[in-house]
């Protein structure tokens, strides 16, 4: 069992990047959050150890000249200016995700996290504009805004251990708000002497990208050059070119591939196997990759760069800061330094629970948290880790101490919240366990991802007729990760209150025999014995041809020749296209494919996986029971 586990620890090939739309995305933040700590940790070092060579080496100089054409930056103008672009990418590519694929496909879930995400801004700010309002450092209240998603994701991990993957999704749709709004403070509040020639190619070019991506031209270079050129035009501009990441990741569509151009892409490949040309080479190569969504393809991309080498080296190149005691006891009295601390700690955690909770009152339930209460306070204080985007508006609004004290105030923040969080989530791990279930995952309906529900009539199914749990499958009899899934099911059958549903999805571009398969299947259930037929199915994977299929009707003491005439008629042809088309209108394009009480599973299917995402859903079912 233990080798059958490690072979599921992924999905089924075509299937493996693209089909967690957010979890990837989470995961990818959360490990990516230990070497960001170690480069702020490092900067901090560097900067008490030898603080004139983390200046002077920041600062040294680096231009690009072509012909009588010189572009000359620092190190950390290269870092904070230029590859920190990707980085607003790539936030860019995970909001159009979210619009196109998430919980935010359904409009209406965007107004919490909208005013949720606005207020979390706004709330700070104002705190910060307490502190300093008719002071020096007024002009630097976007440093109090912004939330630092990387950074909060992962420490999120550390501190609230166990908290469902409902929480963290809920925390991403604020942030993806919250990040988007902060673009366009840097855009329009930071940016000086802005020049409306440059501004003018930049928007050109941006609209040349917009419609390059309508008419659905796939030529990457393209895409490559007119970038390049509106982050120069938004650079000499005026105007932040981090801009210019933002713009081109919402424009690249979200969508998950559909099974037609899979098996289209199946046959190209089959074409190039037959003759190995470099022609059919490309072509199959094109197939392949158009079968994914831009948006993935630059996630994949991306994504991993911009969270493991980009934004901690612009930590390492930022967070520096020489630290004594003098200094310390000034910074702790400097309005800049508790502006900062107390807009995030306080204003950010009033600011999440006030607008979820007035929103619900408002609008009589209608409109509430996908999770908790417990939960939304703790995406709250969670929130009150700000970083990244705080230290790129801090670099261009302050220098000298006030950076410093806004250094030290955002570091402070990053602590406090993080304690702050943990208190919330071990104070709700103490509740009792329906008490608990309630708090962290709330009692909102669910988004359904499989839009035919479960038939007891139809559907074949094993396990309590009215358990609490229903684990639908869509599987394919020839699939060989179908096979190694099939004892992962066996195993979580054990539990009582759980029952499975097998739907059939035969991929007959790449498995010939699946679909008389689950004809015989069929066929079998027509005499009593579909399960029975199911399990010798998947235990024979290489063994289904028409003499073997009889075999099995016999061996289970059936009638071989009434089957055998139901499979050439094709008798159970249109039900098995009923779970086809089923499949087809949920999005599933591969298998195995499971649902757990209509909502898709991603992620590995191995034992404890299933496990928790079938207790996750027994908790939210007893919750809706009431």
């Not at 995970?94 to 919980?103: C, N, S, T």
């Not at 038939?455 to 394919?476: K, Q």
Request: glycine fraction near 8%; include cysteine.
């Amino acid at each position: 069992m233990a080798d059958v586990a490690g072979l599921l620890g992924g999905r089924t090939d075509w299937r493996r990047e693209f089909a967690a739309p957010l979890r990837a995305f989470l995961r990818t933040e959360a490990g990516s959050s230990g070497v960001l700590a170690a480069g702020i940790v490092v900067a901090l070092v560097w900067a008490n150890v030898a603080p004139g060579t983390y200046d002077a080496f920041w600062r040294t100089d680096l231009s690009i000249a072509v012909g009588h054409r010189e572009l000359g930056l620092d190190l950390r103008d290269w870092i904070n200016s230029g590859l920190m672009t990707l980085f607003f990418l790539v936030v860019g590519l995970e909001a159009r995700r979210e619009f196109d694929l998430g919980d935010l496909r359904e409009r209406s879930r965007f107004v919490l996290p909208m005013l949720a995400g606005i207020t979390g801004m706004v709330a700070p700010v104002l705190i910060y504009l307490a502190f300093n309002a008719g002071r020096d450092g007024a002009h630097g209240w976007g440093v109090a805004m912004s939330t630092d998603t990387a950074l909060a994701l992962g420490l999120l991990a550390l501190v609230g251990r166990g908290v469902p993957d409902r929480v963290r999704v809920f925390l991403l749709t604020v942030f993806v708000v919250d990040d988007l709004l902060a673009l366009v403070v840097i855009a329009v509040v930071y940016s000086e002497d802005v020049k409306l020639m440059p501004l003018v190619l930049a928007i050109v070019a941006f609209a040349i990208v917009l419609t390059l991506a309508v008419l659905k031209v796939r030529k990457p270079w393209v895409y490559v050059v007119l970038g390049v050129l509106m982050w120069a035009a938004l650079l000499k501009s005026g105007v932040d070119p981090v801009v210019a990441g933002l713009a081109i990741g919402l424009t690249a569509p979200a969508y998950s591939p559909g099974r037609e151009e899979l098996e289209e892409a199946t046959g190209l490949f089959r074409l190039f196997r037959e003759q190995p040309t470099p022609e059919l080479a490309r072509s199959a190569t094109v197939g392949l990759t158009t079968t994914i969504s831009p948006n993935e393809r630059l996630q994949y991309l991306y994504h991993p760069w911009t969270s493991y080498l980009i934004v901690p080296l612009f930590g390492l190149a930022n967070a520096g800061v020489t630290i004594d005691a003098n200094f310390l006891g000034a910074a702790f009295r400097s309005p800049i330094t508790l502006g900062i601390l107390l807009g995030y700690v306080v204003g950010k955690p009033v600011a999440v629970t006030t607008v979820s909770w007035l929103l619900e009152r408002v609008t009589g339930g209608r409109i509430r948290p996908g999770v908790g209460w417990a939960a939304v306070l703790g995406s709250g204080t969670i929130a009150g880790i700000g970083f990244t985007v705080s230290l790129l508006i801090a670099t261009i609004a302050f220098d000298g101490p006030q950076l410093a004290e806004a250094k030290v105030g955002l570091l402070s923040a990053v602590v406090v919240a993080s304690a702050l969080t943990w208190v919330v989530f071990r104070a709700a791990k103490l509740l009792s366990p329906p008490k608990k279930a309630l708090a962290l995952l709330g009692d909102a309906e669910q988004l359904q991802d499989l839009t035919d529900p479960v038939d007891p009539e139809r559907d074949h199914i094993r396990g309590p007729e009215h358990a609490s749990v229903t684990l639908v499958e869509y599987g394919d009899f020839e699939c060989p990760y179908c096979g190694r899934a099939e004892p992962i099911v066996r195993d979580v059958l054990q539990d009582d209150d759980l029952r499975f549903v097998w739907r059939h999805l035969p991929l007959s571009d790449v498995h010939p025999r699946a679909q008389i398969a689950a004809e015989v299947a069929e066929a079998a259930a027509a005499q009593g014995a579909f399960w029975e037929m199911h399990d010798l199915l998947l235990a024979n994977q290489e063994n289904l041809q028409p003499k073997d299929l009889i075999g099995y009707a016999e061996q289970l003491g059936l009638d071989a020749d009434r089957l055998h005439d139901d499979v050439k008629r094709h008798v159970a042809a249109a039900r098995v296209a009923q779970d086809v088309e089923s499949a087809d209108t949920s999005g599933v394009s591969g298998t195995p494919t499971f649902f757990v009480n209509g909502q898709r599973h991603y992620g590995a299917y191995d034992v404890e996986t299933l496990k928790q995402a079938i207790k996750v859903a027994r908790a939210r079912a007893k919750i809706t029971r009431g």
